[in-house]
């Protein structure tokens, strides 16, 4: 934990965006119910619905107070909407998501990986393969989001670069895995995208995703 002081507004955008990720779309509320509920001062109640209603999580309605908006008007990828919606009720659906989109760009990028574009992902699979030889789990962890990273960058698209950057840091955040492959599975997708094989590429990328 940080020792690092919370201000009140923070504090206030915290509660309020944890009440926000745990409650039903088209849950209203009046600002002065959240004033008293966290008590709090109005300026600062009105200063965080403000922040929440640029992440898209609600929205402020005249005559009718503060409702939650539905999830697909989230600012869903900004670290404090993860963050929220991991430690509430969410948690176990935002895995889901997140996982099916590393799958989706994972199978993206190795179906267009040429066979130059391997190099970063022998290094960072042989690396994986000496920490779990090691028994050295965090960095084996390590080593799989950079080879995930790499895999993403290697596909020229920056948006699943940059995709993939927010699906490592919430599972090193989480301590949660990128996929669930060995190293050796890594390998394989390597060996694959040098054959310039694409559809075994794809192949191998569903087998690191598939949950056991
Ligand atoms: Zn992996």
Known sequence: MSDVPVSQFEATL????RYAAVSQPGTVASIHQLRAEFGVSITTAREATRALEILGMISVRRQVGVVVNPRADWD???P?????????ADRVHQEHELADLALAIDTAAAGRITDHGTVDLRIHA???AEAE???LDTLAAREDRDFHLALARSSGNALFAHLASVIASQAEATGSP???GTAAAHHELVEAAESSDPGAATAAVALLHRTR
Not at 14 to 17: A, H, S, T
Not at 80 to 88: C, D, P, S, T
């Open 133 to 135: 030889h090691d028994g």
């Open 76 to 78: 869903l990828l900004h």
């Open 14 to 17: 915290n509660r309020l965006g």
């Open 178 to 180: 990128y996929c669930h």
């Open 80 to 88: 404090a909407v993860i963050g929220w919606r991991h430690e509430g």
């Open 126 to 128: 042989a690396a994986m």
